[in-house]
């Protein structure tokens, strides 16, 4: 009994630490499912900063442009000019330059701006890395919550299934503390009728002892009434 109320408590033991688990990726299924909702508003915002990004590019590239094409009339005008320094030109040629430069990289930046904006569009925001992420999360926290309910379905069942066998094994074992208990009434009986049984017979045989006593006094007396 003692050893089916340990298997029991252990039963019940694993019950509840299955439902423990259970409730705790419950409560991380839930947290998921709010970051899913956080990731959707940062997906968003980041997807309308892209393309405030490409806008602002697209204008910085315009004013290179037209800073080009102010840096080539400034060049232009200190060459054709007779009274302009070398140190002049040599400036007027490095502003020109720089604004080519500048030009070539503001492109450059629209380009790669204009086609990631692009791509970004075409996704959308559940096709963005940051929602797709979250929406991982809540599925391996789904996922995770599955297998914990049916670890405390498994762990009911096995509680449930041990319960059964140590009341059976309880009521075998009671079944054969009364039938030994039987057994010993039986022998008991057994043995007082052995006991009443022979002293019976050790009274008949005294009756029979004394009879035959009284029967050899008598012959005796008999045969010296005859002398």
Known sequence: AAQAAVRNEQAARRVQDAERSLADAQRDARRAQEDLTDARMQAEQELLDLNNQLTNAQLSQRDAEIALKEAAIQRDKVLQNANATELDKQKALLQYDQAVQRLKEQTAETKNLKSETADANKAGVEGSDTYKDAQERVAEAQGNVADQAQAVRD???????????????????QTRVSEATANVAVAQQSAADAVTSAQRQ?????????GGVDQA???????????
């Open 155 to 173: 762990a009911q069942v096995e509680a449930a299934r041990t319960q059964v066998e140590t009341a059976r094994q309880v009521a075998d074992a």
């Open 202 to 210: 050790i009274e008949s045989a005294s009756i029979s002892a004394a």
């Open 217 to 227: 006094a008598i012959a005796q007396a008999k045969y010296e009434a005859e002398l």
